[in-house]
Nanobody, 124 residues
Framework: QAQLVESGGGSVQVGGSLRLSCVAS????????LAWWRQAPGKEREVIAL???????QYGDSVKGRFTASKDNNKNMIYLQMNSLTPEDTADYFC??????????????????WGQGTPVTVLL
């Protein structure tokens, strides 16, 4: 079972920035689809960023233009740079992986491995 561990969450003022990191113990890391999800209290889990095996990224509409996902194949790391944060970004943030490679699904059930989550709180 792959292990993913997020870090970098915390509290930040409105308009501020945070960078989340996730280390993944995946044997063939470059071949995986990697994703960032978030879940706010009382809401469903939401996919916010996808990185396929070729390094191509897609973003959810709620974060497009503010968040940037990236990965480092040499370090088995994925990152989420979050800028212009608003209170609506307050949530637990999770990284996840699946072997689909070039195609990144948008259904949470299709991801095989998940991190434990890191909380982000945006303060007024």
């Amino acid at each position: 079972q792959a292990q993913l561990v997020e870090s970098g969450g915390g509290s930040v003022q409105v308009g501020g920035s945070l960078r989340l990191s996730c280390v993944a113990s995946l044997k063939y890391f470059p071949k995986y689809c990697l994703a960032w999800w978030r879940q706010a209290p009382g809401k469903e889990r939401e996919v916010i960023a996808l990185i396929n095996s070729q390094g191509e990224t897609q973003y959810g509409d709620s974060v497009k233009g503010r968040f940037t996902a990236s990965k480092d194949n040499n370090k088995n790391m994925i990152y989420l740079q979050m800028n212009s944060l608003t209170p609506e970004d307050t949530a637990d943030y999770f990284c996840a992986s699946t072997k689909s490679g070039a195609y990144c699904p948008t259904s949470a059930g299709l991801y095989n491995s998940w991190g434990q989550g890191t909380p982000v709180t945006v303060l007024l």
